[in-house]
């Protein structure tokens, strides 16, 4: 990366979520899959701010590299045992609420 391109931030993300959920049709499908989303961005930007490899973070997990490929990628959905296990990975809580 040279030092005139702009590197990307959450807060970035963050915006272009506020435009693209004015769209009924984006809110309908983020709507369904979006917080799996969120997830996997969350998962992403964890393992990077820990300076953690895929294959490091699958040993924690007791799952393959490719496993966290495709849940960073949210490809994968993910279960409550799984959720519990990143938290503990990352030595964080787990919190689930509703509403």
Same mark, same amino acid.
């Given at each position: 990366m040279n030092k005139n391109d702009?590197?990307?931030k959450a807060t970035d993300w963050q915006e272009m979520l506020a435009k693209d959920l004015k769209n009924p049709v984006?809110?309908?499908?983020?709507?369904?899959?979006?917080? %799996? &989303?969120?997830?996997?961005y969350n998962l992403l930007l964890m393992r990077k701010?820990?300076?953690?490899?895929q294959? %490091? &973070?699958a040993k924690k997990l007791g799952t393959t590299q490719s496993n966290v490929a495709r849940m960073e990628a949210g490809n994968q959905n993910f279960t409550l045992g799984m959720l519990q296990r990143i938290a503990d990975a990352f030595g964080?809580?787990?919190?689930?609420?509703?509403g």
């Amino acid at each position: 990366m040279n030092k005139n391109d702009k590197k990307f931030k959450a807060t970035d993300w963050q915006e272009m979520l506020a435009k693209d959920l004015k769209n009924p049709v984006f809110k309908r499908y983020y709507d369904e899959f979006g917080k %799996q &989303l969120e997830i996997s961005y969350n998962l992403l930007l964890m393992r990077k701010k820990a300076r953690m490899s895929q294959a %490091q &973070l699958a040993k924690k997990l007791g799952t393959t590299q490719s496993n966290v490929a495709r849940m960073e990628a949210g490809n994968q959905n993910f279960t409550l045992g799984m959720l519990q296990r990143i938290a503990d990975a990352f030595g964080k809580d787990l919190n689930v609420s509703f509403g």
